[in-house]
Structure formats: C-alpha cells, structure tokens
Nanobody, 117 residues
Framework: QVQLVESGGGLVQPGGSLRLSCAAS????????VSWYRQAPGKHRELVAI???????NYADSVKGRFTFSRDVAKNTVYLQMNSLKPEDTAVYYC???????????WGQGTQVTVSS
C-alpha cells in the first residue's frame, strides 16, 4: 500500500521560509516521478514543481528562484524549500508520486501553508 505523508506547513509572514516534507512508504521515490502541487481556495490545483527520476526538476514560473525541490534517497523523502514567501503562495500543498511501471498516481493528504502578516 502506497502512502505519502506531508508535513511542514504552517503560518509564516511574507518574506519568510518554510520547508515541506513528503515521506513515502510502499513506493520508491528515487525511481519515480515526484511532484508538488498546491490548491488555493476557489482555484484549481496547480503544479508547483516536478522532478523526474534521474532528470531535472521543473518549476512553475510563479515559484522559480524561490522554491527548491530536493530528495533524500536514504529516507525516501522529498522536500520543498520555500523562500521569499508571498501571500499568493497560500494554499494546501500536496505531494504526488507517479509510479512509472503502471502510471498510477498517488497523493498525500496535503499540508496547509498560509502566508500572512
């Protein structure tokens, strides 16, 4: 059974930083595509960053230069370091894993990020 568990969300002031974590069980992040998405109230879920195993990471234009995706292979965990946060970054952030052998998608439960003074 695949399970993704996000953590690290919270309330932060504009200009601040947060690091989100997504720990996986039942799937190996290192050999699959892993992404971070977010969904703000009243808006569609949008892709924030996507990392293809062995390849590069691509970011949404709105977060380029501020957010950084990373993997810890030993811990089977991925991270999203978010710097210079803006109020428009407020959303529920979701971790997604695309299992390449069968193209099945898996989602975490989401973690709330609120950027406000």
């Amino acid at each position: 059974q695949v399970q993704l568990v996000e953590s690290g969300g919270g309330l932060v002031q504009p200009g601040g930083s947060l690091r989100l974590s997504c720990a996986a069980s039942g799937i190996i992040f290192a050999i699959n595509t892993v992404s971070w998405y977010r969904q703000a109230p009243g808006k569609h879920r949008e892709l924030v960053a996507i990392s293809i195993s062995g390849g590069r990471t691509n970011y949404a234009d709105s977060v380029k230069g501020r957010f950084t995706f990373s993997r810890d292979v030993a811990k089977n965990t991925v991270y999203l370091q978010m710097n210079s946060l803006k109020p428009e970054d407020t959303a529920v952030y979701y971790c997604n894993a695309l299992r390449l052998i069968d193209s099945r998608n898996y989602w975490g439960q989401g973690t709330q990020v609120t950027v406000s003074s």
